[in-house]
């Protein structure tokens, strides 16, 4: 059973950045993929970005030329690099990865204000 563990959230003014950081209890580099999903109150969680366990990432067109997401198998981490901050961005933002099984692990979440 892999634990992911969040951090980096914060109360940021708007226009600026903030870096996520996502660490597995185990191995990821079998995993299929790795991403990023955020949930504001009252609305759905959603998908913010992603990456292929051949790097190749994808993104909400909400945050595209934003956010960067990236992944260091050897670290067992995936970051996201959050910039040009809006105060829409203010949600929960919530690890996900899913190994070969298809099984998806979550992370606990880490709160991201945007506000001045």
């Known amino acids: 059973q892999v634990q992911l563990a969040e951090s980096g959230g914060g109360l940021v003014q708007p226009g600026g950045s903030l870096r996520l950081s996502c660490v597995a209890s185990?191995?990821?580099?079998?995993?299929?993929?790795m991403g990023w999903y955020r949930q504001a109150p009252g609305k759905q969680r959603e998908s913010v970005a992603a990456?292929?366990?051949?790097?190749?990432?994808n993104y909400a067109d909400s945050v595209k030329a934003r956010f960067t997401i990236s992944r260091d198998n050897a670290k067992n981490t995936i970051w996201l690099q959050m910039n040009s901050l809006k105060p829409e961005d203010t949600a929960i933002y919530y690890c996900?990865?899913?190994?070969?099984?298809?099984?998806?692990?979550w992370g606990q979440g880490t709160q991201v204000t945007v506000s001045s």
């Open positions: 996900r990865m899913m190994d070969r099984n298809f099984r998806a692990y």
């Open positions: 185990g191995s990821i580099s079998s995993f299929l993929s």
């Open positions: 990456i292929t366990s051949v790097g190749i990432p």
